[in-house]
């Protein structure tokens, strides 16, 4: 199992920033992605940023410019740094890692886990 602690929800004025946290632990092969999706009231769940293990990272169009997702393979972190917020960036932020695991001598490639999500208020 792996489990992803996250850090850094809050509220924030319209035009400010704020920088989101996550760290995996627990029992995995290697990272293949790590990344963050948010979910506003009454839409999907949708992927905002996320980097992979070569070090690329795609975007939301939403976010482009003014979002930068970056990753510490050290510490098995993904960080969400978010800047010129919106009112329309309101929502919860999960944390998503996609790894290769071994359990009981199975090999799996590409289990997803998530976050328990923080919430993120943008006011105008």
């Known amino acids: 199992q792996v489990q992803l602690a996250e850090s850094g929800g809050g509220l924030v004025q319209a035009g400010g920033s704020l920088r989101l946290s996550c760290a995996a632990s627990?029992?995995?092969?290697?990272?293949?992605?790590m990344g963050w999706y948010r979910q506003a009231p009454g839409k999907q769940r949708e992927l905002v940023a996320r980097?992979?293990?070569?070090?690329?990272?795609e975007y939301a169009e939403s976010g482009k410019g003014r979002f930068d997702v970056s990753r510490d393979s050290a510490k098995n972190a993904v960080y969400l740094q978010m800047n010129s917020l919106k009112p329309e960036d309101s929502a919860v932020y999960y944390c998503?890692?996609?790894?290769?695991?071994?359990?009981?001598?199975?090999?799996?490639?590409?289990?997803?886990?998530w976050g328990q999500g923080t919430q993120v208020t943008v006011s105008s």
């Open positions: 980097v992979h293990s070569d070090g690329s990272a």
């Open positions: 627990g029992s995995f092969l290697e990272i293949n992605a």
């Open positions: 998503y890692v996609d790894v290769d695991t071994l359990d009981s001598g199975i090999f799996s490639r590409g289990d997803h886990f």
